[in-house]
């Protein structure tokens, strides 16, 4: 499997796509994001850097906690 996050991409494809992505954003503090309501919905137009300005959580944690466990993030 190719482990690439594309932050383009919305949160919604990017679980689609990875279903460890989900328990990584919930260990950064993106708490509701796991709900299915939530994910199929605002998750649907939200992307990683749009929920961590709304969050505010810096991208760069994100980013590490990504390529922490093996993942290349592109941007």
Do not use: C, W, Y
Not at 16 to 32: A, R, V
Not at 54 to 70: H, N, Q, Y
């Amino acid at each position: 499997m190719d482990k690439k996050i594309d932050l383009k991409k919305t949160v919604f494809e990017l679980s689609q796509l990875h279903p460890e992505f989900l328990e990584t954003m919930k260990e950064l503090g993106f708490h509701d994001i796991t709900n299915p309501a939530m994910l199929k919905t605002a998750g649907r137009f939200m992307t990683v850097p749009k929920g961590a300005r709304m969050k505010g959580i810096p991208l760069e944690k994100i980013k590490e906690a990504f390529e922490r466990k093996g993942f290349e993030v592109i941007e």
